[in-house]
């Protein structure tokens, strides 16, 4: 099967949702660095890189927002609910450890 130049092309809409998978990624690592930084220096350099790509992530997700691509679901209090009493028990139990 031969590609053609059409099949290797991303439309506005997947080029962003590419751009905004790997801001993600990148905040996750970042994240991951930070945690794991040994200095002041090296844990206030991931810091600044994990702010800075926080910022563009919101960037992209405004844009995409803005073009109608990325709708987010409004959120059921249910779940909210859920999440905090999963959030409590959890801190619960690293303080009894």
Do not use: H
Not at 50 to 79: D, F, W
């Amino acid at each position: 099967m031969k590609l053609t130049k059409m099949d290797c092309t991303l439309n506005e809409k997947d080029t962003l949702q590419d751009m905004l998978e790997a801001e993600k990624q990148l905040m996750q690592l970042y994240t991951v660095a930070l945690f794991e930084g040994s200095t002041k220096a090296v844990r206030k350099n991931f810091s600044t890189n994990l702010m800075g790509v926080a910022e563009n992530q919101y960037c992209i997700y405004t844009n995409m927002q803005s073009r109608g691509y990325y709708e987010p679901k409004p959120a059921v209090k249910t779940m909210i609910d859920e999440a905090n009493d999963t959030f409590k028990k959890q801190k619960k139990q690293l303080k009894a450890n």
